[in-house]
């Protein structure tokens, strides 16, 4: 386990985040197709909190994107480095993450993470802002829709409808079992809306939620459990 400080010159305020989420925001890149899905490796990454701690515990799992075997795995653990601000929740999870992308001991692929891309109030959530720190292929896969509207897609699995910001396409809603509640699929960087709903269906072959971000969750809540128990 990785243990993480908070970077110098971390953003501290909402202007600042803000900020910084303006400067980015313009490298993020939507012409690319990304990876064919079930191709390669797939990562997933998550992170749990103890506010009363002060602690938050990142993870990030490889899988085998045609097997969906887990080939490694990597956890990072540090101090929260944001306040909690709707719409800048990446501010709290992007140290952690990143050390935790880096301990791993081979490449990982496209990155899936628990959240928003460009289903975002600034268009710039965490897997866009991860995509563009790492250079790496990301999608969102959200468990709401967040702020944004959308029709209920069809009964069938990989039915899917636009997840809508006013009349723009932010995302779409896609069920990946079969009369249950849709997930919320958004680009974060170099991969194609078409693509990243692809992987996610590729990914769900039993479940709601895709297998990457389901390890990476029961992973860094079992990391938070062991940084933060009594000696």
């Not at 490889?62 to 601000?85: C, H, K, N, Q």
Request: overall charge neutral; hydrophobic content about 45%.
């Amino acid at each position: 386990m990785t243990t993480v400080r908070i970077p110098a010159g971390w953003p501290a305020t909402e202007a600042e985040a803000h900020a910084v989420q303006d400067a980015l925001r313009a490298r993020v890149v939507l012409d690319e197709p990304g990876p064919p899905p079930g191709t390669g490796r797939v990562t997933g990454v998550d992170v749990a909190y103890d506010d009363e701690r002060d602690v938050v515990a990142a993870a990030a799992v490889v899988l085998d994107a045609a097997t969906l075997d887990v080939v490694a795995e990597a956890t990072a653990v540090g101090r929260i480095s944001f306040p909690y601000v709707p719409g800048l929740l990446a501010f709290r999870e992007i140290p952690t993450v990143l050390a935790a992308l880096d301990a791993l001991p081979c490449p990982p692929g496209l990155i899936v993470c628990d959240g928003y891309g460009l289903a975002h109030p600034r268009r710039f959530g965490l897997a866009s802002h991860l995509g563009v720190l790492t250079g790496l292929p990301t999608i969102g896969v959200a468990k709401n829709p967040f702020a944004f509207t959308y029709d209920d897609p069809g009964v069938p699995r990989g039915s899917a409808s636009p997840l809508l910001a006013g009349a723009d396409e932010v995302g779409r809603a896609l069920r990946t079992r079969e009369g249950v509640k849709p997930v919320f699929v958004s680009v974060g960087h170099r991969v194609t809306l078409d693509r990243a709903c692809a992987h996610t269906l590729a990914l769900t072959p039993r479940f709601r939620l895709p297998e990457s971000t389901r390890r990476a969750d029961a992973l860094c809540r079992r990391a938070l459990r062991e940084a933060t128990a009594s000696p």
